[in-house]
DNA sequence: ACCTGAACACCGTTCAAGT
DNA sequence: ACCTGAACACCGTTCAAGT
């Protein structure tokens, strides 16, 4: 009724040999492209399921649970960066360095809907997160900094990249006026209580106050490497 | 029954004047210590209004839905940092940009169960944040950089704060091991998918692997110190 | 104005039963 | 082994009714 279609409908016991119409990855494709589509409180596990033209109860023989759900995908997310960049050794750590964290950022952006959940994830999970920062770790290996000093910076530098991604996830477009916002909010201030920002604001509020998420990523990566070449005399 | 103890159990209606049970403030104390003790998923609409010996149904006569008691815990937070440090003439530009990101990272750390929610809300919410900001848009005035420079200086360095602070947050323990697990998951990988990172993992755990967050934050912060003074040339 | 009770439309998950 | 239906213990929120 809901859907004519689907493949077994009606029927239910074990589905014959060949016909199965669940697998974990089926699931987590199609819990995927719910968040994407819709968010993450729209991936319910009724949801999915009824999308799969299945019984909410069936997921769970593939998978345990809704985390699981949720874990699963932020795999998925970081199963896309990794290995895209190959080890390029014609170019210097800099250009490797800015290169790794493009690809890294690239991909907490290619579903935003699902950023929130894989940052607060990144920590807990699975092999695949740990392959993703062999590019960091060779670009800063490369430059000749010590064990310790690489561990550090490369915490560093993903630090900032989940930060900046945070700010750009919970805003939807790729560009947006800070302007009218910022500048409001700064003009609702009793004088007096934030006269540096009240000032920097008002100037750059003159020119037209913008910020290109682009130029933004930019500019942190460059702090960055010059903080690096700098303490390190490179 | 449940709590006999309860103000005005049993009698409903309008209670009389400076009888009032529920305030705004009331129930956003309520809801930060629920969260503090037991969680983000813990604090419903529902257990709120039981800790508070009332209705459910009461809370929407103060705040419009749960989403606003979110944003209402997240202003506290932000409310907690602000004005501590008042402008200090004394002390050069780096110092008083490394204690303005101390005072920010320390008021995230507060609550740690609510820092999703807060770094995920940051950009949403009304005047209180903004303000928050202050210390660092004058550290950054002192220190000579136009008006362009200080607003992306300051973005870059409150998103690596971020960054930290989810990771941090992400962890319940104030310090934690980091080479079981690291070690682990490294000697799992096959062969050649990260060797700089089994190299540089290996030679670090042979000495104890292990990661300070006090640490890790101050190489964070004088790593991004060094690049602004190298670019800017201070 | 402020509080309440009943109700609606949802959740995640357990358990026993089908094939 | 895999899928299902009914049930349990929850949710957030609307609405009409109390004082």
């Known amino acids: 009724m809901v859907n004519a279609g689907k493949p077994g409908a009606g029927r239910s016991g074990r589905p014959r040999a060949g016909e199965e119409r669940l697998s974990r990855q089926a699931i987590l494709e199609a819990a995927l492209r719910i968040v994407d589509a819709e968010g993450l409180e729209a991936m319910t596990m009724r949801r999915l399921a009824t ?22 995908l932020v795999e998925l997310v970081f199963a896309g960066m990794g290995n895209s960049a190959a080890a390029d050794d014609e170019v210097d750590w800099r250009t490797e360095l800015t290169g790794a964290a493009h690809a890294y950022r690239n991909a907490l952006r290619a579903h935003p809907n699902l950023a929130l959940q894989v940052l607060a994830d990144a920590a807990g999970v699975s ?16 430059a000749g900094l010590t064990p310790r000093q690489i561990f550090e910076a490369v915490n560093t530098l993903i630090d900032f990249i989940h930060g900046f991604s945070l700010g750009e996830a919970s805003v939807r477009s790729e560009t947006f006026e800070l302007a009218p916002d910022l ?24 020119d037209g106050l913008h910020y290109e998420f682009d130029d933004g990523f930019e500019t942190g990566l460059s702090l960055f490497a010059d903080g690096i070449a700098a303490r390190f005399g490179l």
């Open 51 to 72: 999308t799969l033209g299945v019984n909410p109860m069936s997921l769970y023989h593939h998978l345990p649970n809704k985390a699981a759900v949720f874990a699963g």
């Open 127 to 142: 092999e695949v997160v740990v392959v993703t920062v062999e590019p960091f770790y060779r670009a800063l290996d490369r």
């Open 183 to 206: 500048l409001e909010r700064v003009s609702k201030l009793q004088p007096g209580q934030a006269p540096t920002l009240a000032k920097i604001v008002g100037i750059l509020g003159a």
